[in-house]
């Protein structure tokens, strides 16, 4: 024993301290490992948005681009996996439902921190779900969390344990939890007992006073040009062997309201990252020698929809006279049925969209795995069947090949687009020189967004329209407010009080039960068959889906952008540079 | 005299501006669609949220409520708040109008400084082919929107890599481009009507010539309709580079104001139109007391 | 008049050409503008020559169509088209035979003939110049005149409410009127009513300038001298002011019709031009917005070509015209 030195024993002493400081942080921490690749720590990525975020408040934030700097800052207590699209655990290591489903007990994990330090537990859970549900903030997430019309009961059973109760069952209840992030109570809860939660965490907040659990926080806002996130140390992923995500650094937003003016600065090494590319520029990115062995990736459809449709609800008649007797036409189904096979999906593809696109039949794109109908009829652009179905329907053409209604009169209508999206205003040019193949003489009105909106939703003064929409989920629970008769986006005739037609009657009711069924199989056939009844009685004529086209530097490593949003940043934790930055590859690089 | 004069004035730009946001109100109001008319098409949220939002943002008040409110807000300070960011309005056009009087500034001086003595120049050297040659190219110029040369630059400057976001050397350039032209025509076009008057003959058998007799004699003379323009060229100084600041994304007005207008965030867009009036009503008043100051010839009413 | 002849006679005529043609579209152009051929999107222009690909010489021009060589016919019936929207007629000028057309400038996205859409696209743009620009400088020498002539209050409330209209935001004016005209307003009627608009919100800067000039005007000696004659305020106004605003009216009116027509070309990048499938020369480089057409389809530019033409042919017109009377053409030989 006197062998023993004494460094052997200040030897021992510093391995014994440095496992239990080491040991002390595992023990206490329960961190998520991940499957992602390992990778080199360090530089900053540059990612250009459209507009700047309005606010960093994650309870009432409305618009896009706050949303996609807000989730890299927060995180949720189940996640939707981008790439499989399934539910995985996330702030929640694990969570029991009951056999009624509707009951969630949660677990989360132990030993998480803020990122200001502060440790996390199920009170900030609870006082989330407060915040979220509370009237007087009116969330827009609210209306998420209370399915079948009730709020979800929120009830802290322990400090890591806290459980959910729905008053119905609610079918995928835990896609609820993805996107609702976690409030820092501590921060948070003086701002909403004085009322003015909805004031708090504004662009000129200090970053001090913000604090969440996800990747980054912020470090910087520089007004119009970008917001800095730096990485959140207290983060509570790690990589395959145990580093502790996220790689980088920092986390540059820049605003850049043109998209040729992002992609050229892409092309001159400022930009890093391209979330969303239109076609036309994707290929000249595969054509330019500086971006050719880039990761410029097609991924196939999303899940935007685009689709014409009629004005189908009941107008009234002083009003509006002209549009309400073109009505008798519109409502006819032989009619719509017509127009759906006189349209070409594939110039739309191929002209519009460059072939980067899917033809639609139905409103479920390809890109959805889990939900679509492949029974649906696809039948290529025919105008002898169109022709067949309009003399079926009652219409005649004149002896100048114009096509005339039952009462004689000419076929004339008009097509809303919106200004701001060229590619929609293409479709209703092609459209429109398709219906005049068949005698139908129609004008494409461009308007801008706001009035095209108040025309459809509110005084409901237009005839045809060609609109877009994006389902928020793989799941169709985010679609009922479009195809239940009574919601806010039934665009053809919203807001019904009761169901103007009887296959509108039934699809509201087969939404209704899909929405409470928890049994997948039963789910996808009472889907189904939703897509059916819409497939043959054609509300919305849908046409194509564009695909998801993104851009990223070669050395960006464990890229794996996805379908659903955020397309190219929902894994950010997990990019890294395969080359040290600093060192740059493109010699025009600047970075302040 | 003067200072009853431009006492007068400022009472004028004081109804000005009031009549400018009146008429901006009523504008706003007509046209159609408001904030939260995207909302409705957003699935996630009920008919009951967005009609709660709506009081909250008050947009159910009437036309005068919002203006009394405004106006309430003016006093304050604030001009209104903003629904996006839900952040007085002063607040988020403060730093924006320091980086848009930037731009306009420099490519103010920058193209005066340039037009005038091209234009003198032009002007006498009025038969010569360098004039048509300057000519045709200021024509050409002219002949191409703010938008197409503001995407030429950006090609071009990209091609050869001197791009670099936070400077405005390529913007400043862009706007010069843009108002040269008119200056240039202006300035010879005068220099070319005073340099026919019996006085610029006498001047000349007076032995004085070239420069002197160019920028001495005939350029002051021909400052009256020079004066206005510089007046409105001040004017413009906040609303001549939204376009511009948009595509080539400086962080000015510009991006801001569009967006505003796109989302009808109600009190966003009136501020830029107030400030932007501002700087109109401030510019014509430059124009004439500048003109009061070079020519002789025009009284004042008392 | 000589003198203004002789350095007129390059604008004046290129510009009389230009109108003929452009009122002769429809015989000129060998396609219906509004034709769409889907399987020839964003082809290249076609080449006239007159030796086949056998290096046989013709005398008619040949143009290749999808690898064969095909004889150019002129006074050929095609497309049915409105001259001066009165006659109906069906003889072009030349074509080719059915079924293939001919794209001497290329074809746009949708398979359009360009040089067809470039001269009836010339209606509609040279139509919102002069429509524009006539509103906007006779209201502007109206009211700039009664402002610098009469003074006073009269001019007090001219100048603001000409300030007015300038801090007026024209973009959400003119989105504002495009909401509310009725959806079955033809394309063309809807352009034509946004100009109008354009127009007479844009009487401010002609009618400042004006008044510069009638301010000053209106102080010369043989004014003064005139109204101790005892003549009337009108005859002040119009014999004695009215004249000497000429040169501004007249630099402002020529420098207007080509603004106004670019102002078409700015509305068409930001949505709100001509509808479709109307042709007008904005609506035609309204794609140019995407610079990437420019890499992949250039001859889209063409059609810039023509408007910078038709704006340089109206600058040297307004130069002419601002050129000094022969009275004054003495001095010029010595200064």
Redesign the interface.
């Known amino acids: 024993m006197k062998r023993r030195s004494k460094t052997h024993w200040a030897g021992i002493a510093i391995i014994v301290c440095a496992c239990a400081s080491g040991w002390a942080i595992d023990l206490q921490e329960e961190l998520l490992t991940t499957n992602a690749a390992p990778g080199r720590y360090g530089g900053t990525l540059v990612v250009l948005q459209r507009?700047e975020p309005?606010?960093l408040?994650p309870v009432?934030a409305?618009?896009a681009p706050s949303r996609e700097v807000i989730r890299r800052m927060t995180a949720d207590l189940v996640s939707i996996n981008r790439a499989t699209q399934q539910t995985e655990p996330g702030l929640a290591k694990s969570w029991t439902i009951s056999e009624d489903g509707r009951v969630f007990l949660l677990e989360l994990r132990r030993g998480l921190h803020f990122s200001d330090g502060h440790p996390m537990d199920t009170d900030d859970v609870a006082f989330t779900f407060q915040v979220y549900l509370d009237?007087k903030v009116?969330s827009?997430?609210?209306?998420?969390l209370m399915p079948g019309g009730q709020p979800v009961a929120v009830e802290k059973l322990d400090s890591y344990r806290v459980r959910f109760r729905l008053a119905q069952p609610y079918a995928a209840a835990e896609r609820i939890f993805d996107s609702v992030a976690i409030l820092p109570r501590h921060l948070l809860e003086p701002a909403w007992r004085a009322g003015k939660l909805?004031?708090a965490w504004?662009?000129?907040t200090a970053p001090s006073a913000i604090a969440g659990l996800g990747p980054f926080r912020l470090k910087e806002y520089?007004?119009?040009?970008r917001i800095v996130l730096e990485k959140n140390p207290y983060y509570w992923k790690t990589s395959r062997e145990g580093n502790r995500l996220p790689y980088l650094d920092r986390l540059e937003f820049?605003?850049?309201?043109?998209?040729?003016?992002q992609?050229?600065?892409f092309?001159?090494g400022?930009a890093d990252v391209l979330n969303r590319v239109?076609a036309?520029?994707f290929?000249?990115l595969r054509q330019d020698a500086r971006t050719k062995y880039d990761q410029l990736q097609d991924l196939g459809p999303g899940l935007e929809y685009n689709f014409l449709f009629f004005n189908l609800g009941s107008l009234d008649g002083q009003r509006y006279p002209?549009i309400a007797s073109r009505q008798a036409s519109f409502r006819n189904l032989g009619f719509r049925q017509a127009i759906a096979a006189a349209v070409?999906r594939d110039?739309i593809v191929?002209?519009v969209y460059g072939g980067r696109a899917t033809p639609l039949w139905g409103h479920v794109t390809p890109g959805n795995r889990l939900w679509g109908n492949a029974a649906l009829p696809k039948q290529p652009q025919s105008f002898d069947r169109a022709r067949q179905l309009l003399r079926a329907a009652g219409f005649r053409w004149n002896s100048e090949q114009q096509l005339l209604d039952a009462s004689l009169k000419r076929v004339e209508f008009?097509i809303?687009v919106s200004?701001?999206s060229?590619e929609r205003?293409?479709m209703?040019?092609?459209i429109?020189?398709d219906l005049k193949t068949l005698g139908i003489q129609a004008?494409?009105?461009?308007?801008?967004?706001?009035?095209l909106?108040?025309?459809v939703?509110?005084?409901r003064?237009?005839?045809a329209c060609i609109l877009g929409?994006v389902s928020?989920d793989t799941d169709p629970n985010?679609?009922?407010?479009?195809w239940l008769s009574s919601?806010?986006?039934h665009l053809w005739n919203p807001?019904q009080k009761e169901p103007m037609t009887a296959w509108e009657g039934e699809v509201d009711k087969l939404m209704r039960q899909q929405m409470t069924t928890l049994d997948y199989a039963r789910r996808k056939s009472l889907y189904d068959r939703v897509q059916q009844i819409a497939a043959e009685n054609l509300p919305l004529i849908c046409l194509a889906s564009p695909n998801i086209l993104v851009a990223a530097r070669k050395d960006l490593g464990n890229f794996q952008p996805a379908i659903l949003d955020h397309y190219t940043l929902w894994n950010v934790e997990q990019l890294y540079w395969r080359t040290p930055r600093g060192v740059s590859s493109s010699p025009?690089e600047?970075r302040? | 005299m003067l200072s009853r004069y431009l006492l007068r004035r400022f009472a004028h730009i004081a109804f000005l501006l009031a009549g400018i946001s009146a008429l901006s109100f009523a504008l706003l109001e007509l046209a159609p669609g408001d904030f939260l008319g995207e909302a409705k098409l957003n699935p996630q949220l009920s008919a009951q949220t967005i009609a709660a939002l709506r009081e909250q943002y008050g947009l159910n008040k009437s036309l005068l409520q919002k203006y009394i409110y405004w106006l309430g807000s003016v006093a304050k300070g604030d001009f209104g708040v903003s629904f996006a960011y839900n952040l007085p309005v002063s607040t988020l056009l403060w730093p924006r109008m320091l980086k848009t009087l930037e731009l306009t500034v420099s490519s103010l001086t920058l193209s005066w400084l340039i037009a005038v003595p091209l234009g003198v120049w032009s002007a006498a050297n009025r038969r010569g082919w360098l004039d048509r040659v300057v000519s045709f190219a200021v024509s050409a110029l002219l002949a191409i929107p703010d938008l197409v040369l503001a995407c030429i630059a950006l090609l071009v400057a990209v091609r050869s890599g001197i791009f670099h976001s936070g400077d405005p050397v390529l913007p400043v350039t862009v706007l010069v481009l843009g108002a040269l032209p008119i200056l240039v025509r202006h300035t010879r076009a005068a220099l070319l009507s005073v340099s026919a008057e019996p006085f610029a003959r006498a001047a000349l058998a007076n032995g004085i010539h070239g420069f002197e007799l160019w920028f001495r004699w005939l350029l002051p003379a021909a400052a009256n309709p020079l004066a206005s323009l510089f007046g409105l060229s001040v004017a413009g100084l906040i609303s001549s580079s939204l376009l511009v600041e948009t595509i080539l994304g400086w962080p000015g007005l510009g991006p801001l104001f569009l967006e505003a207008i796109g989302a009808r965030d109600f009190y966003l867009v009136i501020g830029p139109v107030i400030l932007s009036a501002a700087f109109l009503a401030g510019g014509t008043l430059l124009g004439d007391i500048l003109l009061y100051m070079v020519d002789p010839r025009i009284r004042l009413e008392s | 008049m000589k003198q203004f002849w002789h350095s007129a006679r390059l604008p004046i005529s290129l510009l009389v050409a230009l109108h003929l043609a452009v009122v002769l579209a429809g015989f000129l152009s060998p396609e219906d503008p509004a034709k769409q051929n889907r399987k020839s999107a964003l082809l290249a222009p076609m080449n006239i020559h007159f030796v086949d690909s056998r290096s046989k010489l013709h005398l008619r021009p040949l143009v290749t169509v999808e690898g064969e060589d095909r004889p150019l016919r002129f006074f050929v019936s095609g497309s049915q088209y409105r001259l001066l929207g009165l006659f109906r007629l069906r003889t072009h000028l030349f074509g080719l035979d059915e079924p293939s057309g001919i794209h001497l400038l290329g074809t746009d996205e949708f398979g359009r003939d360009q040089f067809s859409r470039v001269l009836w696209g010339g209606q509609i743009s040279l139509a919102t110049g002069w429509l524009a620009a006539v509103i906007s400088v006779g209201l502007g020498m109206l009211l700039g005149l009664a402002a610098g002539f009469w003074g006073g209050w009269r001019d007090s409330v001219i100048m603001r409410g000409a300030e007015l209209f300038l801090a007026l935001p024209w973009l959400y004016l003119l989105l504002a009127v495009r909401a509310f005209l009725p959806l079955s307003l033809s394309p063309s009627a809807t352009a034509l009513m946004l100009i109008a608009v354009i127009g007479v919100v844009g009487w401010a800067r002609p009618a400042r300038l004006v008044r510069g000039v009638a301010l000053s005007a209106k102080e010369r000696d043989y004014v003064y001298a005139a109204r101790g004659f005892g003549a009337s305020a009108w005859y002040l106004a119009t014999r004695h002011c009215l004249p000497e605003t000429y040169s501004v009216a007249a630099t402002q009116a020529a420098l207007l019709i080509p603004q106004y027509i670019l102002a078409e070309v700015t509305l068409s990048f930001i949505g709100l031009g001509v509808g479709e499938p109307v042709a007008s020369w904005g609506n035609l480089l309204a794609p140019l917005r995407q610079f990437s057409i420019i890499t992949s389809a250039w001859w889209m530019a063409l059609p810039a070509l023509i408007v910078v033409l038709t704006s340089w042919c109206f600058l040297r017109l307004e130069d002419a015209l601002s050129s000094p009377s022969p009275r004054k053409h003495e001095c010029e030989k010595m200064v």
Do not use: H
Not at chain 1, 478 to 482: A, D, G, I, K
């Open positions: 507009a309005k606010t408040n009432t409305l618009d009237e009116r827009p997430q609210r209306d998420l909805a004031e504004n662009l000129n520089q007004p119009g040009e820049r605003f850049v309201p043109a998209e040729d003016t992609v050229l600065r092309i001159s400022e239109s036309r520029n290929e000249m002209e070409d110039a191929k002209l008009s809303l200004s701001s060229p205003v293409k209703a040019t092609l429109q020189d004008q494409v009105v461009s308007l801008e967004f706001r009035a909106l108040d025309r939703l509110n005084s003064e237009y005839e929409l928020g985010p679609e009922m407010n479009v919601g806010g986006s807001g025009k600047s302040p």
